[in-house]
């Protein structure tokens, strides 16, 4: 979250001082800021849906208790952007010692080095620079796999052993990016794959708040709000996560998959944003976000997918946006405007779905990964068309293919065959789907398919394949 106000004025610490400035640690600082837009009714965390009674209060909680937060949750339940929003309580900016051997961004008032205390002890305050540190540049976050103690933490310079300086003292080291966050916050992605020693150290900065390199204790007051995440699967596995740095942990705040549809449809309406719109338009009916959802939802309940794993939020939004793709692509090829997704757009989810799922190898029985796809997305279209057989009756819905139409479907299709073989749409369907099936003849198509899948779905009708086309007979 980019800090759009211009910085303050001073430039140096007499100016600083001469304004009345005084130092907060971090979690005051973010506390102090949580306070006051809560206080104000001011919107806390912007597109976080679904988590209002659940998750969002126990993050309230932690940050006025000043902890130290672990976001425990499967993938895809935005636990990396929780953590990245808590940059927007910080302030928009703070001053720090503007000098070029600083490592660090000193506090003025409060420097923790011994560089930074000699600056300030031995210059007047007029002579002491002073910079200004935006709060989105006071963040940063790694990845556990791969990330060394140097990384993090620090390593001894041998550049300065060789220019004469001791190994025990503070100028031969080399900091990590959390020493380099002082003042900051600094996230840790997948604590549990974190190596054991990597561990040690950040359970040392989180009891002492100081550094130790290579067993040499330099006493670094750092000032940093650390963030983790993790997969419940691997951080309550035993020996993955050492006792005493989970011991240090404040608040673990547990994250989970919308709890009902329509959260996961507001989802999606709110990522693809304006992608629907530009020169080739596309118009999505409310079934197909439900389809796609669903789809997702039967994911995280096959037998044939490892639920340890987790089905991401990503694989409904990847899913989503093949089918707008598919659509689009028939669009510019027809001359269709908007175009509408259609059940035969589904038929490309592999490409956008494959990889995203993990099969548990003890349920498959041998079947793909194609095949549990195909089973997931049948279950998907007959739970969703049997809730508008419930509200709108099946007669109504399936009206115009009781006299025994036989229907040919495909992603390429133009939307005018499917209205040439269907002239009249009974009054029941623009009810039903709320969309202008009757006028609209790519509407009319992607509702046409639909009722064919979901009729199929029910043992109604029949289908055969062919060539890549799709054949429905009543």
């Known amino acids: 979250m980019s800090s759009t106000m211009a910085p303050p004025a001073a430039t140096n610490l007499r100016d600083l001082l001469s304004q009345g400035w005084k130092s907060k640690t971090v979690k005051e600082e973010i ?11 001011e919107e806390l965390y912007p597109g976080i849906v679904g988590y209002e009674d659940t998750v969002i209060p126990e993050i309230n909680l932690a940050l006025l208790a000043g902890h130290d937060v672990l976001f425990l949750g499967e993938k895809g339940q935005a636990k ?4 990245r929003q808590l940059v927007q309580f910080l302030d928009p900016f703070v001053p720090y010692i503007d000098h070029p051997d600083l490592p660090i961004h000193e506090d003025p008032l409060k420097p923790i080095s011994s560089l930074g205390r000699r600056i300030v002890e031995q210059n007047a305050p007029e002579d002491i620079a002073i910079a200004w540190w935006p709060r989105d540049e006071r963040y940063a976050e790694r990845l556990s796999p791969g ?3 140097a990384d993090i933490i620090g390593e001894i310079d041998p550049a300065k052993l060789t220019g004469g300086v001791s190994m025990s003292a503070e100028e031969a080291l080399s900091f990590g990016l959390i020493p380099r966050m002082h003042r900051g916050i600094f996230a840790m992605n997948e604590l549990p794959e974190l190596d054991d020693l990597v561990q040690v150290g950040l359970f040392n900065i989180l009891e002492e708040r100081d550094v130790q390199i290579r067993g040499y204790p330099i006493r ?5 709000m650390i963030l983790f995440s993790a997969n419940p699967a691997t951080y309550n596995r035993s020996g993955k996560v050492i006792p005493q740095l989970k011991d240090r942990i404040g608040t673990i705040v547990q994250t989970h998959y919308p709890r009902e549809r329509d959260q996961g449809i507001e989802i999606l309406q709110q990522e693809i944003g304006g992608d629907l719109g530009g020169d080739y338009p596309v118009h999505v009916p409310l079934f197909m976000y439900q389809i796609i959802e669903e789809i997702t939802n039967r994911a995280r309940k096959s037998k044939y997918i490892d639920q340890a794993s987790g089905v991401s939020a990503r694989f409904s939004l990847a899913n989503f946006r093949t089918i707008v793709a598919s659509a689009r692509q028939r669009g510019i090829v027809h001359g269709e405007s908007p175009a509408v997704p259609r059940i035969s757009d589904l038929g490309h989810l592999y490409a956008s779905s494959l990889g995203k799922l993990e099969l548990d190898l003890m349920g498959t029985h041998q079947m793909s990964e194609r095949q549990v796809l195909d089973n997931v997305v049948a279950e998907a279209i007959q739970i969703v068309f049997s809730e508008y057989i419930e509200e709108h009756g099946l007669a109504e819905i399936a009206e115009i293919f009781r006299g025994g139409v036989r229907v040919e ?30 006028e609209n003849e ?9 009722i064919l899948a979901g009729l199929y779905s029910l043992d109604k009708i029949s289908r055969s394949q062919k060539h890549g086309k799709i054949h429905y007979e009543t």
């Open 147 to 149: 990330t060394k103690f």
């Open 220 to 224: 670094f007051d750092v000032d940093v």
């Open 31 to 41: 506390r102090d800021n949580f306070s006051r837009m809560l206080a104000a009714g």
């Open 80 to 83: 990396s952007r929780l953590m």
């Open 409 to 438: 479907v495909g992603d390429m299709l133009p939307s005018r065959l499917y209205a040439e073989r269907l002239q009249h749409v009974p009054p029941a369907w623009d009810r039903a789907f709320e969309v202008n099936a009757s």
């Open 442 to 450: 790519a509407m009319r198509a992607s509702c046409v398919e639909f």
